[in-house]
């Protein structure tokens, strides 16, 4: 009944196997088929997918699946599959060492700037099999079997345990990184903050020393008395202490175990003698200097003795100067930028309430019409005493911040061998480089002088130059001055790290930076100039300020490469390179006394002056030249110049149409309402409004994009 098993088919009687193969089942034919088996018939009749293609077992891909186009491959293409790990055919070719043995660039310090995906250094955290390993254990079971039910019964993970943030490490920002931009913003914002407040103090000052003197012979020998201890000092150790000590005392903080208390020590110590000797001579050669200053002073009998008498009170202040810069560039060598910026506010509030005394006691030039033969010896005295007092409560000042960066100031005369040699060797070419550039000074006082005087008005003498010069400068003290103190200790750590790039980098930063505000406050000076004069020089009369504001419009311009020459210098000086600025600065000293003393003998007198303001940015505009082929090539022969000209000339073309409406808006009140204080401050308002708004228009529509970047940081800063 059963079928035979397969295992006893061809054994048993008759069934033995075939010696020579397999065994034959007994029921098979003559020719060895075998019959089908009668159980195992329709077994698999009703298998739907017996004549389906197996590569289409889903009845949807079934019916779209097109045979013709995928027809099976024919027998024998079939590809073996290459073995895995194959090790890869050898090179025809030894390998190359000059290509294989070549150094592997540096690695950068911090995490790369250029980062995939867009990725942050400062947000992202990079995990590798270390971190997980040691991780791994964090996550630790609980004692209790049955404690996660409790816990997700509660909602609330693990049971709250008290944070413990991880020692975050020191991040080294790449370059154009949020840490290393909003550091140097911080530092700039905090100078620019005391800069500003200290040049508007300043010249609250020089308001009221022109409404107490007037702008006529007086005021202009007051003001050749106040600015010769600055010429000495400058051409003396000024130079010196502003560029070349910033990047000795910087090393000396990195390469000496003290931190360079030492070198600091020595430095005060050997400056403050220094100009101790230096004012004691210039007391007693009072009467020469101002005869140097300028002659048409001194051949005047009672301008002379007013002039010297005044020079002999301020020539001290040369000692005070320098204690005061030596100690702000030790605070700024320690990363103390704010206390330089602000402690010159001091002397300027003892100066207005000296000056303001003077006012309530005698009245304002235009009541008292005071002249160099008719002030009262009491009135010198108070002058003269009040700005002596200032530079010394500005020194004195300096002290507490000192102390709280742990300085304390110890007399030390062992200069010979400690780097001062080497610090006295680089300030020789940047005393030179002082020396001509007074030189250039120097002859545009005397030519200035002698124009006021010969012209017989107001306002056309070196007091108006003075005047006009120090609201033109104000842009550039509180924006680029600023900016470079804070660059300067980084680019000179830069160069003594032998890295053009970086130095070339934080240039370029830093004159694209100042350029968003240079470029709009130069072409307001142009547009403007006369409406802003005649409102703050009111005092001392409608033809002086409307004299000052045509010596100011003059200089505006030259406003753009006063500016860029600044921060190209302080390229040469991180590389402790002072001849190369001191070249650069005869040809500026050469070529503003020559066009000085052209336009002293081709203008007239009434506009010698103001010729004299056109040539000083003629000259810087030589001298920027001349110093950023020579800084190109210094460092390697780019300095990103496309970069800089392009922003520097779109800058330039959303000015141009800016000063074309807000000058002509400007002028057009002063016609209607007059030269008085209130036409003045409606031309200035209206003008300026318009000035600037079709500038930042202008500039966002050509997309410029360190206005953008301006523009978004305040707003950043209002929204919070």
């Given at each position: 009944?059963?079928?035979?098993?397969?295992?006893?088919?061809?054994?048993?009687?008759?069934?033995?196997?075939?010696?020579?193969?397999?065994?034959?089942?007994?029921?098979?034919?003559?020719?060895?088929?075998?019959?089908?088996?009668?159980?195992?018939?329709?077994?698999?009749?009703?298998?739907?997918?017996?004549?389906?293609?197996?590569?289409?077992?889903?009845?949807?891909?079934?019916?779209?699946?097109?045979?013709?186009?995928?027809?099976p491959?024919?027998?024998?293409?079939?590809q073996?599959?290459?073995?895995?790990?194959q090790?890869?055919?050898?090179?025809?070719?030894?390998?190359?060492?000059?290509?294989?043995?070549?150094?592997?660039?540096?690695?950068?310090?911090?995490?790369?700037?250029?980062?995939?995906?867009?990725?942050?250094?400062?947000?992202?955290?990079?995990?590798?099999?270390?971190?997980?390993?040691?991780?791994?254990?964090d996550?630790?079971?609980?004692?209790?079997?049955?404690?996660?039910?409790?816990?997700?019964?509660?909602?609330?993970?693990?049971?709250?345990?008290?944070?413990?943030?991880?020692?975050?490490?020191?991040?080294?920002?790449?370059?154009?990184?949020?840490?290393?931009?909003?550091?140097?913003?911080?530092?700039?914002?905090v100078?620019?903050?005391?800069?500003?407040?200290?040049?508007?103090?300043?010249?609250?000052?020089?308001?009221v020393?022109?409404?107490?003197?007037?702008?006529?012979?007086?005021?202009?020998?007051?003001?050749?008395?106040?600015?010769?201890?600055?010429?000495?000092?400058?051409?003396?150790?000024?130079?010196?202490?502003?560029?070349?000590?910033?990047?000795?005392?910087?090393?000396?903080?990195?390469?000496?175990?003290?931190?360079?208390?030492?070198?600091?020590?020595?430095?005060?110590?050997?400056?403050?003698?220094?100009?101790?000797?230096?004012?004691?001579?210039?007391?007693?050669?009072?009467?020469?200097?101002?005869?140097?200053?300028?002659?048409?002073?001194?051949?005047?009998?009672?301008?002379?003795?007013?002039?010297?008498?005044?020079?002999?009170?301020?020539?001290?202040?040369?000692?005070?100067?320098?204690?005061?810069?030596?100690?702000?560039?030790?605070?700024?060598?320690?990363?103390?930028?704010?206390?330089?910026?602000?402690?010159?506010?001091?002397?300027?509030?003892?100066?207005?309430?000296?000056?303001?005394?003077?006012?309530?006691?005698?009245?304002?030039?235009?009541?008292?019409?005071?002249?160099?033969?008719?002030?009262?010896?009491?009135?010198?005295?108070?002058?003269?005493?009040?700005?002596?007092?200032?530079?010394?409560?500005?020194?004195?000042?300096?002290?507490?911040?000192?102390?709280?960066?742990?300085?304390?100031?110890?007399?030390?005369?062992?200069?010979?061998?400690?780097?001062?040699?080497?610090?006295?060797?680089?300030?020789?070419?940047?005393?030179?480089?002082?020396?001509?550039?007074?030189?250039?000074?120097?002859?545009?006082?005397?030519?200035?002088?002698?124009?006021?005087?010969?012209?017989?008005?107001?306002?056309?003498?070196?007091?108006?130059?003075?005047?006009?010069?120090?609201?033109?400068?104000?842009?550039?003290?509180?924006?680029?001055?600023?900016?470079?103190?804070?660059?300067?200790?980084?680019?000179?750590?830069?160069?003594?790290?032998?890295d053009?790039?970086?130095?070339?980098?934080?240039?370029?930063?830093?004159?694209?930076?100042?350029?968003?505000?240079?470029?709009?406050?130069?072409?307001?000076?142009?547009?403007?100039?006369?409406?802003?004069?005649?409102?703050l020089?009111?005092?001392?009369?409608?033809?002086?300020?409307?004299?000052?504001?045509?010596?100011?419009?003059?200089?505006?311009?030259?406003l753009?490469p006063?500016?860029?020459?600044?921060?190209?210098?302080?390229?040469?000086?991180?590389?402790?390179?002072?001849?190369?600025?001191?070249?650069?600065?005869?040809?500026?000293?050469?070529?503003?006394a020559?066009a000085?003393?052209?336009?002293?003998?081709?203008?007239?007198?009434?506009?010698?002056?103001?010729?004299?303001?056109?040539?000083?940015?003629l000259?810087?505009?030589?001298?920027?030249?001349?110093?950023?082929?020579?800084?190109?090539?210094?460092?390697?022969?780019?300095?990103?110049?496309?970069?800089?000209?392009?922003?520097?000339?779109?800058?330039?073309?959303a000015?141009?149409?800016?000063?074309?409406?807000?000058?002509?808006?400007?002028?057009?009140?002063?016609?209607?309402?007059?030269?008085?204080?209130?036409?003045?401050?409606?031309?200035?308002?209206?003008?300026?409004?318009?000035?600037?708004?079709?500038?930042?228009?202008?500039?966002?529509?050509?997309?410029?994009?360190?206005?953008?970047?301006?523009?978004?940081?305040?707003?950043?800063?209002?929204?919070?």
């Amino acid at each position: 009944m059963n079928a035979p098993y397969d295992g006893d088919r061809g054994q048993g009687a008759g069934g033995a196997a075939s010696p020579g193969g397999p065994p034959v089942p007994p029921d098979a034919g003559q020719d060895g088929s075998v019959p089908p088996d009668p159980y195992l018939q329709h077994a698999y009749d009703d298998d739907p997918y017996r004549a389906q293609d197996l590569t289409a077992q889903d009845p949807v891909n079934e019916a779209l699946y097109d045979r013709a186009a995928h027809p099976p491959p024919p027998p024998g293409t079939y590809q073996e599959p290459a073995p895995l790990y194959q090790q890869p055919p050898p090179a025809p070719h030894a390998p190359d060492p000059r290509i294989w043995a070549q150094t592997p660039p540096p690695e950068p310090a911090g995490p790369s700037r250029h980062l995939p995906y867009g990725d942050r250094p400062a947000t992202t955290q990079f995990v590798g099999v270390d971190d997980l390993v040691t991780r791994a254990s964090d996550d630790r079971q609980e004692p209790d079997a049955f404690a996660h039910l409790f816990r997700d019964q509660e909602g609330s993970g693990k049971p709250p345990v008290p944070p413990q943030p991880e020692p975050a490490p020191a991040p080294v920002p790449a370059k154009g990184g949020g840490g290393k931009v909003s550091g140097l913003l911080k530092s700039s914002a905090v100078m620019a903050a005391g800069t500003l407040v200290s040049r508007l103090t300043g010249f609250v000052r020089s308001l009221v020393i022109t409404a107490a003197l007037g702008a006529a012979m007086l005021g202009d020998s007051f003001t050749i008395a106040y600015t010769l201890p600055t010429m000495i000092y400058i051409l003396t150790v000024g130079g010196g202490l502003n560029s070349v000590f910033v990047p000795q005392l910087v090393r000396a903080m990195k390469d000496d175990e003290d931190g360079g208390e030492a070198f600091a020590n020595r430095l005060l110590t050997l400056v403050m003698v220094a100009l101790g000797l230096i004012v004691a001579v210039a007391v007693l050669v009072a009467p020469v200097l101002i005869q140097l200053m300028s002659s048409t002073i001194a051949d005047d009998v009672a301008a002379n003795s007013v002039a010297v008498t005044f020079a002999r009170y301020c020539l001290p202040t040369i000692f005070f100067m320098g204690v005061h810069v030596v100690m702000g560039q030790i605070l700024n060598a320690r990363g103390k930028f704010g206390a330089m910026m602000w402690t010159p506010v001091l002397n300027n509030i003892v100066m207005i309430i000296t000056f303001g005394l003077f006012i309530w006691v005698y009245g304002t030039s235009a009541e008292s019409q005071m002249g160099v033969d008719t002030i009262p010896p009491e009135g010198v005295r108070l002058l003269g005493i009040g700005t002596l007092l200032g530079l010394v409560v500005q020194s004195l000042a300096m002290i507490p911040y000192l102390r709280e960066t742990g300085f304390r100031f110890r007399p030390r005369f062992d200069w010979k061998g400690h780097g001062l040699g080497k610090t006295v060797k680089l300030a020789k070419w940047t005393v030179l480089f002082v020396l001509a550039n007074q030189a250039g000074v120097l002859v545009v006082t005397q030519l200035a002088t002698a124009a006021g005087k010969l012209s017989g008005k107001d306002g056309t003498g070196f007091l108006a130059y003075s005047n006009a010069q120090l609201i033109w400068g104000m842009p550039q003290a509180i924006i680029t001055v600023s900016v470079m103190a804070a660059l300067l200790p980084r680019i000179s750590r830069a160069a003594h790290d032998n890295d053009p790039g970086a130095v070339r980098d934080d240039i370029s930063q830093g004159l694209r930076n100042s350029a968003v505000a240079i470029v709009p406050v130069a072409f307001t000076f142009l547009a403007l100039g006369l409406p802003m004069c005649t409102l703050l020089y009111a005092s001392s009369g409608t033809e002086a300020a409307r004299s000052m504001g045509f010596i100011l419009m003059a200089f505006a311009l030259g406003l753009i490469p006063y500016s860029v020459q600044y921060v190209v210098l302080r390229g040469f000086y991180a590389y402790e390179d002072t001849r190369t600025p001191f070249y650069n600065t005869v040809i500026v000293a050469a070529v503003n006394a020559a066009a000085s003393a052209l336009c002293y003998v081709v203008l007239p007198a009434r506009w010698a002056v103001v010729g004299m303001a056109f040539s000083y940015g003629l000259a810087y505009a030589v001298g920027v030249g001349v110093a950023w082929r020579r800084l190109r090539n210094r460092l390697g022969g780019d300095l990103d110049g496309a970069h800089i000209v392009r922003t520097y000339a779109r800058l330039c073309m959303a000015a141009v149409p800016a000063a074309l409406v807000g000058g002509a808006v400007g002028f057009g009140i002063l016609e209607l309402v007059g030269t008085g204080a209130l036409g003045s401050l409606a031309a200035l308002i209206c003008g300026g409004a318009l000035l600037l708004g079709i500038f930042f228009v202008a500039a966002k529509k050509m997309r410029i994009e360190e206005v953008n970047g301006l523009v978004g940081m305040v707003r950043g800063r209002l929204g919070r």
